[in-house]
């Protein structure tokens, strides 16, 4: 039987899934917490204890995957010692809050800033993250001068999670890509929250979703920051300036880690259905799936621990979990890479953007390539850091964030 949203509105029950049939209204903005009912972490451990485990190659370490000894690390430590009422309450200290933008139940978390002349900033997260992929920088974006910053360059930060992701509602419907969802935070931050300006960030989908916002919401949107560039392609047609040595270099690097670390985009991308029957059944399975990113990603050196505690891992494991998301989350790469998002002769991402750049991220393009897309006002590259960009290096993504919208106040 299918999980209900462990959303729960303060003081009310649990709710209830969406109706894909009833009337779209506007709903108002309701104050949400989150309560994961026993019985769901008392199945978790009890699937936990029973853990199917598959063989392993001799030798072999993360070079098939992730590696065995790890995973059982992990999974004992959900099982035993991870402690899911504690990060919980760390969630909960955080204002999060519901509403209905299209139909569909959007779940946030707001912080208001705490300066002279906050700025609405919307940041959205990736795949495979979640909000909670935010819990450092919010405070810091919110409050800068509690974290050793300004109160000047404060901001009113809202961080959604994406439809089908976390507490959000999953669509009944095909079509809902990553283009949309930029489409829906316009009408988050403007119709339901009120924000008739704001500035935008993000990083993975959460880049194109920024990146759409600036494109097509320029009315709304005073600057976007990003750590990703991926999407839109720009114009290279008749009349398109010939690339540089630096770009065909990008160019051969991303071929070449299509080959190597693309299976699971294409997977995603082709069969998501498929892929969720074992990750909606097997926690260890969820685990290794998205625990492998993780540490390949990220600039850790081959150890995932030294940018990522077990329980940040198994906070965001543990997410996808109760919620049942891994399935809609994946099908967003289905709808997404479907949609060859490429610019016209003469098109361009005008409003201002700052890109801060992780030498570990998944590609790192040089600034002539990101010029083609965007109206690059800032250029930073991180001396460190990669692509989990507010959790491995939040102290320098959020001065990044602060210089770059500084002129723009």
């Known amino acids: ?8 509105p303060i003081g009310q029950s649990l709710s209830c899934p969406p109706n894909p049939h009833r009337e779209e209204t506007n709903m108002a903005v309701q104050p949400f917490t989150i309560d994961v009912p026993d019985s769901i972490l008392e199945d978790l ?8 485990w598959p063989d392993e190659l001799p030798g072999t370490n993360w070079e098939y995957g992730s590696n065995l000894d790890y995973v059982k690390e992990l999974v004992e430590y959900w099982r035993a010692k991870f402690d899911w009422r504690a990060q919980e309450r760390l969630l909960n200290s955080f204002s999060h809050f519901k509403t209905e933008v299209d ?8 912080e208001k800033g705490k300066g002279p002349n906050p700025i609405p900033l919307v940041i959205t997260h990736g795949w495979p993250g979640t909000f909670f992929e935010m819990y450092k920088v919010i405070p810091m974006l919110s409050d800068p001068a509690r974290h050793g910053g300004d109160p000047a360059d404060a901001f009113d930060v809202v961080a959604p999670s994406m439809p089908g992701y976390g507490f959000s509602g999953h669509t009944p419907e095909r079509g809902l890509d990553v283009l949309a969802i930029g489409d829906l935070w316009a009408k988050l931050m403007s119709d339901n929250l009120g924000y008739p300006r704001f500035g935008a960030q993000g990083g993975d989908w959460g880049a194109i979703v920024t990146a759409k916002l600036g494109l097509s919401h320029s009315d709304k949107v005073i600057g976007i920051h990003s750590t990703f560039i991926s999407r839109p392609t720009p114009y290279m047609g008749p009349g398109s300036r010939e690339l540089s040595e630096a770009e065909k270099a990008m160019f051969q690097q991303r071929t070449d880690w299509q080959a190597a670390e693309g299976g699971y985009a294409h ?38 621990e030294t940018r990522f505690t077990k329980d940040e891992l198994l906070t965001t494991i543990t997410i996808y979990w109760v919620t049942q998301s891994i399935g809609s989350a994946t099908k967003l790469y289905y709808e997404s890479l479907r949609e060859t998002w490429r610019l016209a002769q003469g098109e361009r ?13 998944i590609s790192v393009p040089p600034r002539e390539w990101a010029e083609r897309s965007y109206n690059v006002q800032q250029w930073t590259v991180m001396p460190s850091g990669g692509h989990f960009a507010a959790l491995e290096e939040p102290v320098r993504l959020v001065e990044d964030i602060r210089n770059f919208f500084r002129p723009l106040r």
Request: glycine share 10%; net charge positive.
């Open 267 to 304: 997977i995603q991308g082709t069969k998501p259905q498929t892929l969720s029957y074992g990750l909606n059944d097997s926690p260890a399975g969820l685990a290794a799936w998205i625990v492998e990113k993780y540490r390949t990603w990220s600039d850790c050196g081959g150890d995932v």
């Open 45 to 52: 451990k009890s699937r936990l204890e029973r853990t199917r």
């Open 1 to 8: 039987m299918p999980l209900t949203p462990i959303c729960r």
């Open 103 to 110: 139909g569909l139940d959007i779940h946030y978390i707001r």
């Open 349 to 361: 991402i005008e409003v201002p953007c700052g890109i801060a750049v992780f030498p570990s991220e």
